[in-house]
């Protein structure tokens, strides 16, 4: 008999929601870096270590999250790159507080 525990996981049970994979463009600017053009790209595996991962239930909810992300940080600019994709990542990871 085995006493072996199981591996813990970063995975969350899901009910029908779809992972996506958030990715961007960052351009310099006379102020700073800026965040653009955020996509949403479908995933079985989302990479939350190296990355910004995000549930959605519908593609309807993706397209808001994909607004929103545009409308809060196409005026906000950045000091470097790393700057930016923590930005990204906390906003991301507040909301999803907010949302469940």
Not at 19 to 31: A, D, H, I, K, M
Not at 68 to 81: C, M, S, V
Request: hydrophobic share 40%; glycine share 8%; charged share 25%.
């Amino acid at each position: 008999m085995s006493r072996l525990k199981p591996r813990p996981t970063n995975r969350r049970t899901t009910s029908g929601e779809m992972f996506y994979q958030l990715s961007w463009t960052t351009l310099p600017g006379l102020r700073g870096l800026a965040c653009s053009k955020f996509c949403a790209t479908p995933t079985a595996a989302p990479d939350i270590e190296h990355g910004v991962a995000v549930e959605c239930a519908s593609e309807a909810e993706r397209d808001a999250l994909l607004a929103e992300l545009q409308a809060h940080f196409g005026p906000l600019r950045f000091l470097n790159t790393a700057a930016a994709f923590d930005g990204v990542k906390d906003y991301v990871a507040l909301r999803a507080t907010r949302r469940g």
